[in-house]
């Protein structure tokens, strides 16, 4: 049985730091393309960072460029998103999303984390 959980959300106020967290189970964690989304109220899903099974690429959206880094630990089946000078407009529900390249079916997500910019 295929299972993501995010952790880490919570409340931070502009500025701020925050980490999160995708404990992977179910699969073969390393050959999964892993990906964090971020959906705001009224808005749509959008992509905010991806890393290849291997670790090697990384990929941003433009709005978290140099303050968002993804990263993974393979051994640990965990994928992480650290935040950095964070705005209000992060205010989101974050979701990890583990992708088999060459098997567009094998895409699963998480239940979500809220995590909530504002003083």
């Known amino acids: 049985q295929v299972q993501l959980v995010e952790s880490g959300g919570g409340l931070v106020q502009p500025g701020g730091s925050l980490g999160l967290s995708c404990a992977a189970s179910?699969?073969?964690?390393?050959?999964?393309?892993m990906s964090w989304y971020r959906q705001a109220p009224g808005k749509e899903r959008e992509l905010v960072a991806s890393?290849?099974?291997?670790?090697?690429?990384?990929n941003y959206a433009d709005s978290v460029k140099g303050r968002f880094t993804i990263s993974r630990d393979n051994a640990k089946n965990t994928v992480y998103l650290q935040m950095s000078s964070l705005k209000p407009e992060a205010t989101a529900v974050y979701y990890c999303?583990?992708?088999?390249?060459?098997?567009?079916?094998?895409?699963?997500w998480g239940q979500g984390t809220q995590v909530t910019v504002s003083s």
């Open positions: 999303n583990a992708r088999l390249p060459w098997d567009s079916r094998r895409d699963y």
């Open positions: 179910g699969f073969t964690f390393y050959n999964y393309a």
């Open positions: 890393i290849t099974g291997a670790g090697g690429i990384t």
